[in-house]
């Protein structure tokens, strides 16, 4: 009697306490989650704001006078004439005539660096497309150069005084007065889209290594997908339980542990050295990155086959089905939601991935498009790595803007995961 | 079931259809950092208005380029490799070990290394000397053949004619040819003042080495990667602080960070070119003979990037940074490129 009343006492006065650690439990956990979206939402803002103006790009309105001898075309040009002839003229023609006052060799070029090296590459791309063009006068809105875009988007503060400004009083002067005639406008910058790397910020775009992330998953897909899935089946179904089956179980556990850098060597030494594959190429890059996604979906890939209920085997196999059968027919197509969710978060991890890339030659200028899995290319990452490293201020945003194309990458790969899951999955 | 076969039968035709014979139909070009951003922008000109590819060009530093290039002679190995300083006797050899016998040696200019800080901070008069105190390991005294580990904390310790402020100078860590050029050019020069180091150059090379090129590792001199402007952002954070990197950045950042002078010379596109600074050095690039007939663009390249717009007094590099050459060290240079006249050390 005495004793129980003692206990229930006891029970009361820790009671507080007890409630008290819950609730400040509860409140931690609270905290942490708070303080990582936080910096997650730090980071988002920091990459998008810097970013923004990297999707937007500086024109400068010009009217070109398209003079055949001006150009020093025959009356018809084929396309190795086009190729040739000098463009930068005609349009160098247009700045001075509309800054006539500029006549020192100096100042004139200082003037022709208003328009972007591409303007030229612009305008002849133009002609061939189009010949009867040419004896026109025409107006087109050339891209204009990271200098002129940086004035224009603010990032050049415009109040400093000259000797802390890149762009110096003179030029500032021509930019304000194309500025006051409308002669210059910003639109969406589908060439970030649409070009490969460029040395100057505003002709360099992403497509280049867009192109190269796919082939590179394309070739690591093909290859890590049937193996690892095969590797999986074999282990979980049909390999016999002994010593040397769990060596093999330990080391794939083992490799996923490896970093990454590593494999980068062993492709070198293997697959560029030994047998001479192309360096730089998706090919070797795919292969390099396969071996280090293996683990990952034999891993996910043996869970998803385990957790498919032996009820099924033993009812696949009570009405006659052969073990083959069973996998292929039964177990497999369970398995399957689990089994795309594992590759997909790996081929995500071969995207992101870096290290073993710098090994095989991967970094490295490229702007041809690339159109095959032997071509040199590079990788989104990459591509980010490269521009951060690049002296020209305007390279700055647009490291930020393929950092955001690799994110929306490996967002919309995560989401397809998930879609997968939600679609796929049985509850038993 | 079906979906499965699908993806891994898509995926690998489509991967083995792509696999093409190897050869190769564009220019490959690897080496040095330093002259990356100079060859990247000639071959993005020469691949837009040839009817050539883009060259290839990758950074893999002075010396991993040169083992690359001089593995040997076939199509798998690189045609030209940049260097931020000239080829060594020894790497000659190993060329031509490898069979690679026939190597053109092209010198496209020269560029400076700065030692540079916020722009609103104070104005550094420095010279070799006192960089080389300021930054060294172990400092000579007063007495002749003594050495101390480097005592220095603030500048004006150094030189009473410098500012009152802390020695703290981010630069490049022991892999960078910056970090290099900076320690033969800069370090070096200043110790080099101090008759008696000067003398065991002959007598005891190796301890000549060891005195003038360590630097100090107590924390006044902080390795802050090979990333230029992750330096001219640090020094922007913290005023105090010099950085050390190449001219090519403080061109393009000369609203951020303002270039200390060396021996009384500004760090200016004239001094530089004229060799009154003294901390610049040479770039070149190296050509692979033996391709020049085999892989399509190979002359036109040269010829591009030795050409009056390129490489000249006014050319296009020279918006890029690049310090050009005299006149008629320009010509010679360009006659022996596109003569394809043979190295010689």
Redesign the interface.
Same mark, same amino acid.
């Given at each position: 009697m005495n004793n129980t009343l003692n206990n229930t006492d006891l029970v009361k006065k820790s009671l507080r306490k007890r409630y008290f650690k819950e609730r400040l439990f509860r409140s931690l956990g609270l905290v942490s989650i708070a303080t990582a979206i936080i910096f997650l939402l730090i980071l988002l803002a920091d990459i998008t704001s810097k970013a923004l103006p990297a999707f937007s790009q500086t024109q400068l309105e010009l009217t070109v006078e398209l003079d055949r001898d001006r150009l020093g075309l025959s009356a018809q040009p084929d396309e190795a004439e086009l190729m040739a002839a000098d463009f930068r003229l005609v349009i160098r023609d247009a700045l001075l005539a509309q800054f006539p006052e500029v006549t020192s060799r100096r100042d004139k070029r200082e003037l022709y660096t208003l328009t972007s090296m591409g303007a030229e590459f612009q305008l002849r791309d133009m002609v061939i497309d189009d010949l009867s063009l040419l004896g026109q006068t025409i107006t087109v809105p050339f891209m204009a150069d990271d200098d002129v875009d940086a004035v224009i988007k603010g990032s050049i503060d415009r109040t400093l005084p000259e000797s802390d400004r890149r762009v110096k009083d003179q030029k500032l002067a021509w930019i304000e007065t194309l500025e006051a005639s409308g002669q210059i406008d910003t639109a969406f910058n589908w060439h970030f889209f649409s070009s490969g790397d460029s040395r100057e910020p505003e002709m360099a775009g992403i497509k280049g290594a867009i192109l190269g992330s796919f082939y590179t998953l394309l070739v690591t897909l093909a290859l890590s997908f049937p193996i690892a899935v095969a590797a999986a089946i074999y282990l979980e179904e049909f390999a016999p339980k002994n010593r040397f089956i769990d060596f093999i179980e330990i080391n794939i556990n083992n490799l996923a542990a490896v970093p990454s850098i590593v494999f980068g060597l062993l492709g070198l030494a293997v697959f560029i050295n030994f047998f001479t594959l192309p360096r730089s190429a998706p090919l070797v890059g795919g292969i390099v990155l396969s071996l280090m996604t293996l683990p990952t979906i034999i891993i996910a890939s043996r869970s998803a086959i385990k957790a498919v209920p032996p009820s099924l085997r033993e009812a696949a196999l009570g009405l006659g089905a052969s073990k083959m059968q069973t996998v292929f027919h039964h177990v497999l197509p369970a398995a399957l939601p689990g089994i795309l969710t594992g590759t997909i978060i790996g081929m995500a991890q071969a995207l992101g991935e870096t290290a073993p890339l710098l090994m095989i030659g991967m970094v490295a200028f490229i702007v041809d498009i690339p159109q095959s899995v032997a071509d040199p290319a590079t990788v989104l990452p990459i591509q980010v790595f490269l521009w951060a490293d690049s002296p020209e201020r305007g390279f700055l945003e647009k490291t930020s803007a393929a950092i955001m194309v690799l994110l929306f990458f490996l967002v919309a790969m995560n989401a397809i995961a998930i879609y997968l899951r939600k679609k796929f999955e049985k509850k038993w | 079931?079906k *979906?499965?076969k699908k993806?891994?039968l898509v #995926?690998?035709l489509? #991967? #083995?259809s792509?696999?093409?014979a =190897?050869g190769?139909d564009?220019i490959?070009v690897?080496g040095s950092s330093t002259v990356?951003?100079f060859?990247?922008?000639v =071959?993005?000109?020469f691949?837009?208005?040839?009817?050539f590819?883009?060259p290839?060009?990758?950074? *893999?530093g002075t010396g991993g380029g040169m083992k690359l290039f001089c593995k040997g002679n076939g199509v798998?190995t690189p045609d030209i490799t940049n260097a931020s300083r000239r080829i060594k006797e020894s790497e000659l050899t190993m060329c031509h070990d490898n069979g690679v016998d026939g190597v053109v040696e092209v010198l496209i200019g020269y560029d400076g290394i700065v030692v540079a800080n916020e722009?609103s901070s104070h104005d550094f008069k420095l010279s070799r000397k006192d960089l080389f105190l300021a930054l060294a390991k172990e400092v000579p005294t007063e007495k002749d053949g003594e050495l101390v580990p480097n005592p220095y904390t603030m500048w004006n310790e150094v030189n009473a004619e410098l500012p009152a402020v802390k020695i703290e100078v981010l630069g490049p860590p022991p892999t960078s040819g910056t970090r290099d050029a900076f320690v033969e050019l800069a370090m070096e020069g200043g110790c080099k003042k101090f008759p008696w180091i000067k003398a065991t150059k002959d007598s005891d090379k190796s301890q000549y080495k060891t005195i003038c090129h360590s630097i100090r590792e107590d924390g006044a001199y902080v390795e802050a990667g090979?990333?230029?402007?992750l330096i001219i952002q640090k020094l922007q954070k913290n005023p105090d602080a010099l950085g050390i990197f190449?001219f090519?950045?403080l061109?393009?950042? =000369?609203?951020l960070v303002k270039g200390s002078l060396v021996d009384g010379a500004a760090p200016e596109f004239e001094t530089i070119a004229s060799g009154e600074y003294p901390v610049s050095r040479p770039l070149y690039f190296y050509v692979k003979k033996a391709h020049v007939a085999e892989i399509p663009g190979m002359k036109e390249f040269l010829a591009e990037f030795t050409s009056e717009k390129a490489m000249g007094e006014?050319g296009?590099l020279t918006?890029?940074?690049l310090i050009p050459l005299g006149g008629e060290l320009y010509n010679k240079v360009k006659t022996d490129t596109m003569e394809l006249n043979n190295l010689e050390l």
């Open positions: - | 079931m *979906t499965l993806i891994t #995926a690998g489509v #991967a #083995a792509q696999i093409q =190897a190769r564009y490959s690897v990356y951003p060859s990247t922008v =071959a993005e000109r691949g837009k208005s040839t009817s590819k883009t290839k060009i990758e950074s *893999t798998d722009i090979e990333n230029d402007n190449g090519s950045f061109d393009q950042n =000369a609203d006014e296009y918006d890029k940074g």
